[in-house]
């Protein structure tokens, strides 16, 4: 019985985080109506390397970009929320950039696109935990 509240109580719980970063991600796109024209000022790369317990070593690479735009005369630089597996920007590539009228700096980038992969993945699994709850036990 405790194991399929548990397995209950964690799919609630991943659906809820999913539900709040859809809701954020619509209100950003709510909010954000006026449009400029932007720049990538840059793009960050870091590689980390991790070695596994049966000593191979995997590399991970990540990309963040970094936004140039200006609104009303004043200049914004703003560094990406999203991180990528593989370049996706260049400097001084042109963007559209969405901001919000009455207050510049909660932006977002069109090119980045949707980015729903995350809030899609927590509602799945957190649908998944509680299907599977019905069937949960631990063992002795």
Not at 14 to 35: D, H
Not at 128 to 138: G, K, N, S
Request: aromatic content about 12%; charged content about 20%; overall charge positive.
């Amino acid at each position: 019985m405790v194991a399929k509240l548990i397995f209950l109580v964690v799919g609630l719980f991943l659906v809820g985080i999913g539900v709040f970063l859809w809701k954020s991600k619509n209100k950003l796109k709510k909010e954000c109506t006026a449009q400029v024209s932007g720049v990538v000022s840059g793009v960050d790369h870091t590689t980390t390397f991790k070695t596994g317990k049966k000593g191979g070593t995997s590399i991970k690479n990540k990309y963040r970009a970094t936004f140039k735009y200006s609104v009303d005369g004043a200049e914004y630089v703003r560094e990406s929320n999203n991180t990528t597996g593989s370049p996706k920007f260049f400097e001084g590539q042109s963007v559209t950039v969405f901001h919000d009228p009455s207050n510049p700096e909660r932006y977002y980038v069109l090119e980045e696109g949707t980015q729903i992969m995350g809030p899609v993945l927590f509602i799945a699994f957190g649908i998944v935990f509680m299907l599977a709850a019905p069937f949960a036990t631990m063992a002795k």
